[in-house]
């Protein structure tokens, strides 16, 4: 496959410091195989939530076997196991039993791209439109990886899963859309190869009110078919290509663009190259990058949009 990086410190090579959380959010010992951006996107919330004392509530994905077997968990956090498809609607009485008891807690609904986009859309969705207090995080690791490695629907065209052994027939749906779409507060697309920006939307999205909604892309070793040290290059070079956008939308209108993508075909073809689940069917890097291209004229549209109508009349 060829190596992509050496290698790569983590978290950027931010180090704990006083100000941190004292108790990690996932402890050493967990179930997680080497190179999952799941636990980065964890370490990560640690680093942003310090002192904050938050609940989690995680349905049925690969993200609560994490914990262990009982009575031992790997969470430093209060946790809930919910079913798949309840995982929005349990966080949803998590936050008001929170509010009616005074606490500051935060609850974090942290869940996969299958109990988000595909199971627990109904109560995710229902959630959204209440403007329940509490922040989704789906740490999307394009295929429900707790189960067998199925396809999801935000599987990408052309990956190779257990349920799609020749390839993905259709695209990838856009669940950012999707949610920017219930005009909530806060939405936004977190890059774990950009540290800075994700701790700062991760920091806001747990202090701020209302609904928040982010979207992880969380790099799977196992069913990328990927080498586990690679991870955060293959999402940077998705960020470099255009086809992970890094953005974040207010109040379902405002977007800003917060890493500009150079569009690159190199980075887009290294990217395809680096993961085996895309060899089966194969690419038209051109053909791919054309679309991406239309994509984020769509984008920097809806940003000059937003711009104009807060500059002075």
Request: aromatic share 6%; proline share 5%.
């Amino acid at each position: 496959m060829g190596a992509l990086l050496s290698s790569e410190p983590m978290l950027g090579g931010m180090a704990q410091t006083a100000s941190d959380r004292a108790e990690p959010v996932l402890r050493a010992g967990n179930t997680n195989c080497g190179g999952c951006g799941m636990s980065i996107g964890l370490q990560l919330l640690a680093h942003a939530a310090a002192d904050t004392p938050i609940q989690l509530a995680i349905p049925a994905c690969c993200g609560i076997v994490t914990a262990g077997p009982f009575p031992y968990s790997a969470y430093g956090a209060p946790t809930v196991a919910t079913t798949f498809a309840s995982a929005a609607a349990v966080a949803c009485g998590m936050a008001h039993a929170a509010r009616l008891n005074g606490e500051k807690t935060r609850v974090v609904c942290w869940a996969g791209d299958g109990g988000t986009y595909d199971i627990g859309m109904a109560t995710l969705s229902a959630s959204a439109e209440r403007n329940d207090d509490l922040l989704y995080i789906c740490y999307d690791n394009e295929i429900y990886g707790n189960t067998g490695g199925q396809r999801s629907s935000a599987t990408p065209l052309g990956a190779s899963t257990t349920t799609t052994p020749n390839g993905k027939d259709v695209p990838k749906k856009d669940i950012l859309g999707v949610m920017a779409a219930h005009a909530i507060p806060y939405a936004a697309t977190v890059s774990l190869a950009h540290p800075e920006d994700a701790l700062r939307k991760l920091r806001y999205a747990l202090h701020a009110d209302g609904f928040r909604f982010l979207h992880i892309l969380a790099p799977c070793p196992t069913c990328w078919k990927s080498e586990p040290a690679e991870g955060i290059e293959l999402v940077r070079l998705a960020v470099r290509s255009g086809l992970f956008a890094v953005y974040e939308v207010f109040d379902g209108h405002r977007t800003v663009i917060n890493v500009d993508s150079e569009l690159s075909k190199d980075a887009l073809a290294r990217y395809f190259k680096g993961q085996g689940r895309f060899r089966k069917a194969g690419h038209e890097v051109d053909a791919v990058h054309a679309q991406i291209e239309q994509s984020w004229k769509r984008l920097r549209r809806r940003a000059a949009e937003a711009r104009s109508d807060e500059a002075p009349a």
